[in-house]
């Protein structure tokens, strides 16, 4: 039912009119004059809701456009609406095409607002959020990248990772290099450039980072050799010889008689001897040919010292992946007995070497580190240690600087036997390297336990009559 306003037909409803609609108005019409009308409606909060339209002819037929509902919108507002859009189609112009298209154009303007915001964003891209996507996309490292995140969270994001990819430069690589320089740490300032050089030739691949690098990789522009001290060998070749392993034998004996020796309100303050665990972790290293690393990581479970076996899980090898392998070590008595001794401490622990909690293992680098900390020279010290330990007690006579680190351990019982006579796969094999040939490997399993049991006895044995000899040069010095 089409209904009208009190003053007649071709008048306009009052606000007052269209407040007190009864219920039963519900689903009529309520002619406004000039071509609008509404649609009475009751919600269920029982308040009537009229929806506007205005009709009007176009190309022969009428049209609908809608125009809002009241009292959501005034009845002001929606008469000037019916009025723009009667203008519109005096002008030819259909008003739900025009809404239509207004609507499109403000959503082309929000997109291009967005578009705009997200290439600005894109543009400013900053070191730091690239090693972030790098690590969440482009790298795996056995430890998890812990490794990885603590040296940039350390060394390079304090640094530049506010820095805005497409203005990075090699300036800004070189501040980093640098500052690691001035702690005198070679060997960290080539892993991290690496590490960098990998993280930038990543995103050199990969929108919308390669966009950013529209100057090429700075990282290119790097001669990591400049920012070395000029003794330092990238490839170390340090093998130690028999004088030194005895040598070495008497300093760590020297240092326990020392610090025996001292009154008891001395011993926190003077020399201090190196614990039995990083003693037997130096001489297993030697005697098995082992990675530091794959050491630390050993669990007691996983050695059997009376068949004398150990087993390094392809988990803790060194390795790429898909390539790691497990590793049986057939222990010598030399070892075995390093291994007696360590379980001595550690035999109540799930781990050969425990952390403090007894929860894992210690850090890898643990025994790196305290080996490193006794020989300043080597490690470039800026400052002194602290009296708690003592500097220099650990540097050798002969080498370079008399510098030696346990990954020389494993180098110097490979060349121990090659002077022995031990075939050179026999030793590859007993430092489970991957043999090269993936037919042979495919093909070839023997797994060459007893010629590899013989390697580790010869081996074994020389290191005992090496450490049997007295060294009387080293005698006559400390005397």
């Given at each position: ?294 050491l630390l990581q050993a669990e007691w479970r996983h050695i059997d010292l009376n068949a004398g076996t150990w087993l390094i899980p392809a988990k803790n090898a060194k390795g790429k992946r898909g390539k790691k392998q497990d590793h049986h070590i057939f222990l010598s008595s030399l070892s075995i007995t390093q291994f007696k001794r360590l379980k001595a401490e550690t035999g109540q622990s799930l781990f050969c070497f425990p952390n403090r909690k007894g929860d894992a293992h210690v850090c890898l680098k643990t025994i790196s580190k305290l080996i490193g900390d006794r020989q300043c020279r080597f490690k470039r010290r800026s400052k002194p240690l602290s009296g708690r330990q003592h500097n220099d007690t650990l540097v050798l006579s002969g080498g370079a ?79």
């Amino acid at each position: 039912m089409t209904r009208y306003p009190k003053t007649g037909k071709g008048t306009k409803w009052t606000i007052r009119e269209l407040s007190a609609i009864p219920a039963e108005w519900h689903g009529d019409t309520l002619s406004d004059s000039g071509g609008l009308s509404g649609e009475v409606r009751f919600i269920s909060n029982g308040n009537a809701s009229i929806r506007f339209k205005y009709a009007f002819r176009w190309e022969g037929k009428v049209k609908w456009y809608q125009l809002g509902t009241f009292p959501g919108i005034g009845i002001a507002d929606i008469r000037a609406e019916r009025d723009r859009a009667r203008q519109l189609v005096a002008e030819g112009i259909n008003p739900v095409d025009s809404k239509k298209a207004t609507k499109i154009e403000a959503q082309a303007a929000i997109e291009a607002t967005i578009a705009e915001a997200k290439r600005q964003d894109t543009e400013n891209l900053t070191v730091a959020e690239l090693f972030n996507e790098w690590l969440r996309k482009g790298v795996a490292r056995q430890d998890g990248n812990a490794e990885l995140e603590r040296s940039f969270n350390k060394d390079v994001l304090p640094i530049i990772g506010q820095k805005a990819i497409r203005e990075l430069k090699d300036d800004d690589l070189l501040d980093v290099l640098n500052s690691v320089r001035q702690r005198g740490v070679n060997r960290h300032i080539v892993i991290l450039n690496s590490d960098i050089g990998q993280m930038l030739r990543w995103a050199e691949k990969r929108q919308p980072w390669r966009k950013l690098m529209a100057d090429g990789n700075p990282a290119d522009l790097i001669d990591v050799e400049t920012l070395l001290d000029p003794d330092y060998e990238t490839e170390r070749e340090r093998v130690l010889s028999s004088e030194e392993i005895r040598e070495l034998r008497d300093i760590l004996a020297k240092l326990e008689s020392d610090y025996a020796a001292l009154p008891a309100g001395e011993k926190y303050s003077g020399i201090r001897p190196v614990n039995n665990r990083v003693q037997s972790a130096v001489w297993i290293c030697l005697g098995t040919l082992c990675r530091i690393g794959e050491l630390l990581q050993a669990e007691w479970r996983h050695i059997d010292l009376n068949a004398g076996t150990w087993l390094i899980p392809a988990k803790n090898a060194k390795g790429k992946r898909g390539k790691k392998q497990d590793h049986h070590i057939f222990l010598s008595s030399l070892s075995i007995t390093q291994f007696k001794r360590l379980k001595a401490e550690t035999g109540q622990s799930l781990f050969c070497f425990p952390n403090r909690k007894g929860d894992a293992h210690v850090c890898l680098k643990t025994i790196s580190k305290l080996i490193g900390d006794r020989q300043c020279r080597f490690k470039r010290r800026s400052k002194p240690l602290s009296g708690r330990q003592h500097n220099d007690t650990l540097v050798l006579s002969g080498g370079a600087n008399g510098e030696w680190t346990p990954h020389d351990m494993r180098r110097t019982g490979a060349t121990i036997m090659q002077s022995l006579g031990v075939p050179l796969d026999i030793i590859d094999r007993c430092q489970n390297h991957v043999m090269a040939g993936k037919v042979r490997r495919h093909y070839l399993h023997h797994n060459y336990a007893e010629e590899k049991t013989k390697a580790w006895r010869l081996l074994g044995e020389h290191i005992e009559t090496v450490l049997s000899t007295d060294n009387v040069v080293l005698i006559q010095k400390m005397a």
